[in-house]
Every structure is written in C-alpha cells, then in structure tokens.
C-alpha cells in the first residue's frame, strides 16, 4: 500500500517493477540520453539475470525516457520509487543483490531529489 | 511511502508515474500486443493532455511489454501500482480525469490480479 493507493485497489501485480530509461537522443543534444551511455545493454543484463537468479515477480521493463537525462543511464524500482544512476554491469548486479534480492539500497547509486549526481560522481 | 520503502528513501520524484504499454509483437502472435491495438496513439494523447492539463509532477512514458498483453492496451500508475486497460481517447481522458486529477479510480478499466478483463469486456 502507497499513501495513494485506495479501499479496494488490487494487490500488486508486481513485487518490484524495475524502469530501464534506454532513451535516445539526437547525437549532440545537450542532455545526453540513456542509450549513448550503454542503458541498452544495462537492460538486458538486468532483464536476463534477474530471470537467471529466479527472481519472482520482478519485472524489468524498458522505458522512454525517464527525464533525469543527465545521470543517466537511470532506472527507477517501483512501488517504492526509489531512482538509480549505473553505468556498468558490476552496478547493475549490485542493484540486483542489495535492492531486488536484499531489499536494502546501494546507496551510493541512489538519486536525491534535487537531481544531483550520485555522491561519488559529484 | 509505501511497505517496500526504508527510512532515508528520498520523497517521491514524480507523483504520479504512468508506465503506457506500446510493445508490438510480431503479426499474428497469440498474445497480440498493445501496439497493435492502438496503445501508441493513446499514449501519444494521455501526454499531450496531460500538459495540456498542466498536470504537475506527472510523467506519462511509454514502455515495454507489461506481460499482460491479452488485456491491453494496458497501462499501470505508480506508486500506487493502479493497472488499466484502456482502447479508446475517451478512456484515456476518463483516467486523466479522474484518476490523475481526482485521485479516484475509474472502476471498470481497471485491471485485477487474476489477469481479467475489467468487468464489462467479459
């Protein structure tokens, strides 16, 4: 349950479902976008590991883009909304472990609110 | 907040996520798709309405396949993890109206954990 949900909305269909931005932008943009920063690829891994490791009721989507361009690659993991920036597979497996698996945060991948890059990339 | 979120979890970055469906399937697949019913230009219209609207800290994106492609077009919202299925403009503006702006829900659209139709599509 979320402060919005209502009486009688239907359990979640999904424990976790997990948004890859794999967004492309013209070459050049000034915001960059998701898919020249590798998102694909990061997505794929997510999707084919997360079947490998069973993980059940989990869904890994791809998604346009999520419009946090600039720390991208992005991923967003509802119903708790949390955001992360990865940019390589190492993180995407430890989003994985420690999030999907542990129910903890990697939090030093996690995005605030005021759109900062995440602490180690400041 | 919901019951995955941790104490220290940033507030919510969107307030109302919308994940639209537009995955296409090959011709003739026995699961159909979303796109071949229509999703892209409901999603194309719940955008655009959305800021026309001017409806604040909500994001209308499109998506990959949700996997429940029997229903759809189908959407979900976040973080209340609300499913609908959706085929005309006029069901899209009904879940603007009334879910996005009025925080209610518009019954009969709405998907149930069983993978049902919503009730009058039976």
């Known amino acids: 349950m979320t402060n919005r949900n209502l009486p009688g909305d239907p359990a979640p269909y999904y424990q976790a479902h997990v948004f890859c931005c794999v967004n492309e932008r013209p070459a050049g943009h000034p915001r960059g976008c998701c898919k020249s920063k590798g998102a694909e690829a990061l997505r794929n891994y997510m999707k084919a590991r997360a079947k490998e490791l069973g993980l059940k009721d989990v869904r890994i989507n791809q998604s346009g883009c999520l419009d946090r361009c600039e720390l991208g ?11 992360y920036s990865y940019r ?3 993180e995407a497996e430890e989003i994985l472990q420690t999030h999907l698996i542990g129910g903890q945060r990697v939090e030093r991948l996690m995005l605030q609110q005021g759109d900062k890059l995440p602490q180690d990339r400041k």
Chains 1, 2 share one sequence.
């Open 88 to 90: 390589s597979i190492e």
């Open 73 to 83: 690659p992005t991923m967003v993991i509802y119903p708790e909304g949390v955001w």
